[in-house]
């Protein structure tokens, strides 16, 4: 795993242009064993009843998608989303690594909960597009939008396969839409224009930070490689759930007091 903390050329970056690219953040070894472990649990080989895994949709259309629940939905690589990996061992040292908790630490602050920690795939020749959207917003049900997630490629992201597409800057524009998450055509037209996307292609192991409000979206996948990857986003702990079907639930603790604890 990257041993060096986030320097401040990094942070800067982070705060001037909401996206930041880590560079190498775990070594070969390290994501075989995050591949073979992601894909164990979506064949059904490793159990996690309470984890919320979603399907992909058999269209690509967003509004097409399977139900998240908890529980796995058969043996299969085609996997949308899976999430609160926390509670897979190999997946929290990953997340209780030096530079997530440097991260943790440098932006948020000695007492860090988690948010999501969840598996994103675009399965090989298939994967659903995602629009144009921000990270927070009322959507989200939290008293306080959360700021910071790393996502980590665990496959090679390119074009070609659905790397995430972003708006440098943009985090700067604010929440565009008090509801949050999607934002509206007009706003599409304003901000997403081709000469100001970027397209953050990563090799396997490679992360980059990215500001929760930054304009980010990802296309299907129109190639035989399997977009594999993981999205932590972390918070402040004093963050609480606010919706009133929600309010109560609880985030997983990384770092700070009562923090998940690896194990011996
Ligand atoms: O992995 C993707 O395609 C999108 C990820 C995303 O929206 C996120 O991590 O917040």
């Known amino acids: ?12 970056a982070f705060h001037d242009d909401g996206f930041v690219r880590l560079g190498q953040v775990i070594n070969n070894d390290e994501l075989h064993e995050l591949q ?5 649990i979506m064949l059904g080989k490793i159990h996690y009843d309470d984890m919320m895994m979603q399907l992909d949709s058999e269209t690509g259309d967003y509004g097409d998608m399977g139900q998240q629940t908890k529980g796995h939905k ?10 609160q990996l926390e509670k897979d061992p190999l997946f929290l040292e990953y997340l209780k690594s030096p530079i997530v908790s440097s991260i943790a630490h440098t932006i948020i602050g ?7 920690s969840m598996f994103m795939n ?10 144009w959207h921000q ?4 959507i989200w049900g939290l008293d306080k939008d959360p700021e910071v997630t790393i996502w980590l490629a ?41 000469d100001q996307i970027e397209f953050c292609e990563l090799k396997a192991g490679e992360a980059f930070l990215m500001h929760n409000l930054l304009l980010h979206r990802s296309d ?23 919706r009133d079907d929600d309010d109560q639930r609880e985030f997983p603790k990384l770092f700070g007091q009562d923090a998940l604890a690896l194990s011996a």
């Not at 399997?226 to 606010?242: G, P």
Request: one cysteine or more; a neutral charge; aromatic letters at 6%.
């Open 1 to 12: 795993m990257r041993s060096h903390a986030l320097s401040d050329q990094e942070l800067q």
């Open 74 to 83: 058969g043996a299969t690589l085609k996997y949308r989303k899976i999430e």
């Open 154 to 194: 665990l496959d090679p992201a390119t074009k070609e396969n659905g790397c995430v597409q972003i708006v440098r800057g943009s985090h700067k524009l604010g929440l565009l839409s008090e509801f949050g998450h999607t934002i509206s055509e007009e706003q599409e037209q304003m901000y997403c224009t081709d």
């Open 122 to 131: 675009k399965p090989a020749g298939f994967g659903t597009l995602l629009p």
């Open 36 to 40: 073979q472990r992601i894909d164990d």
């Open 135 to 138: 990270d927070g917003g009322r």
């Open 110 to 116: 000695d007492e860090v909960s988690i948010f999501r």
């Open 220 to 242: 299907k996948n129109n190639s035989q490689q399997s977009r594999r990857a993981f999205s932590l986003c972390i918070m402040d702990a004093a963050t609480k759930a606010n």
